[in-house]
């Protein structure tokens, strides 16, 4: 289920004519992000591919993610999530990344509480993370953050294609 009131078929149709590559970086969500894309028809022509980056070995060797601030900020912060969007693009070559990080529960993790999120997200090397408190059980909070992320992305491909970038 993506982000309610938001058209997914328009959105890829959007991206693809804007020549926007998409690629995601996941810790969070686990994957639903890339998959709530992949479920449209035509999404092919926009997203590159995508890693989910669950532990922090692999968000530090595939995505390039600083071992050193994962040690001192944990994994649920800004600036990891910055660095996972960009090392995503890196990996794919993609215009676009989207990252998420960030606590499910049940269990606070590293000081953060359940529900506090990061997304990032990175178009042609400028990234910005997003801060998010969400509510809810396990299940909600990675729904909610994979429809923000979704949300974000409409956001830049609007840009992108009222600019042409």
Known sequence: MAAPGLDMEA??????????????????????????????????????GGVIAYQNDVKSRVLGVSEDLLETRGAVDAEVACAMALGACRITGARVGLSTTGVAGPEPHQGKTVGHVFIGVCLDGAVQAYEYHFGGDRAMIRQQATDEALALLHQVVKAAREQKL
Not at 13 to 21: E, N
Not at 29 to 35: C, H, S, V, Y
């Open 11 to 48: 959105l890829v149709a959007d991206a693809v004519a804007a020549r926007l590559t998409v690629s995601t970086a996941e810790s969070l969500t686990g994957g639903m992000l890339a998959a709530e894309i992949v479920k449209v028809p035509g999404a092919s022509g926009m997203l590159s």
